[in-house]
């Protein structure tokens, strides 16, 4: 069994900034990459940044280009989501995902396994 857990949401205001946290336990993710999504009222779920394993690649949104950094602490099996110039349009839940292979990906039906998400609010 594969658990993600989310932390670090809260309400933020707009130009601020948070670091969300997503702890991995269950198995060892060996060549595993992982990456970020959220999900805003209303909305479909959509795709915010990604790392392939080996840290060779890392993808971002356009929306989240140069504010927005996705890193991985393998020794505490911890990926992070440290988000800067907060906006309000990154109001949303974000959720965690891995996926059982170490190449990079885009679209959430690439991933196999997802935290249950934390609320991120960001007040203008």
């Known amino acids: 069994q594969v658990q993600l857990v989310e932390s670090g949401g809260g309400l933020v205001q707009a130009g601020g900034s948070l670091r969300l946290p997503c702890a991995a336990s269950g198995r060892t993710f060996s060549n595993a990459a992982m990456g970020w999504f959220r999900q805003a009222p209303g909305k479909e779920r959509e795709f915010v940044a990604a790392?392939?394993?080996?840290?060779?690649?890392?993808r971002y949104a356009d929306s989240v280009k140069g504010r927005f950094t996705i890193s991985r602490d393998s020794a505490k099996n911890t990926l992070y989501l440290q988000m800067n110039s907060l906006e309000s349009e990154d109001t949303g839940v974000y959720y965690c995902?891995?996926?059982?292979?170490?190449?990079?990906?885009?679209?959430?039906?690439?991933?196999?396994?997802w935290g249950q998400g934390t609320q991120v609010t960001v007040s203008s």
């Open positions: 995902a891995a996926r059982a292979r170490a190449d990079v990906a885009t679209t959430a039906n690439s991933y196999d396994y």
């Open positions: 790392r392939s394993y080996f840290d060779i690649s890392t």
